[in-house]
């Protein structure tokens, strides 16, 4: 069955840098369109990255644009957030998605203080 398991969350000082995993069974992540979104405490959960299907093209919230980067490893069947300049406005619970069938993962806290 479809199973998403993200990872990499922490804590770190803001202006740091964090990878974030999300690990894919039951499917092949290059065959469909895969998203990050966040939720912050008592916030909405918020789209922040997609990648497409085959052709891998990206789109970005503009909050995260030139900061953030998604990326997948077909072979892994990983689908990445790479973060940088991490702000304190950063913190929240991040999600991996697969649009089709709405599946999500349990989600990983990244927490960014001093």
């Known amino acids: 069955q479809v199973q998403l398991v993200e990872s990499g969350g922490a804590l770190v000082q803001p202006g740091g840098s964090l990878r974030l995993s999300c690990a894919a069974s039951?499917?092949?992540?290059?065959?469909?369109?895969m998203s990050w979104y966040r939720q912050a405490p008592g916030k909405e959960r918020e789209l922040v990255a997609t990648?497409?299907?085959?052709?891998?093209?990206?789109n970005y919230a503009d909050f995260v644009k030139g900061r953030f980067s998604i990326s997948r490893d077909n072979a892994k069947n990983l689908v990445y957030l790479e973060m940088y300049n991490l702000d304190p406005e950063d913190t929240a619970v991040y999600y991996c998605?697969?649009?089709?069938?709405?599946?999500w993962g349990q989600g990983t806290q990244v927490t960014v203080s001093s």
């Open positions: 998605r697969r649009w089709s069938g709405n599946y």
């Open positions: 039951g499917f092949t992540v290059g065959m469909f369109i």
């Open positions: 990648i497409s299907g085959p052709g891998g093209n990206t």
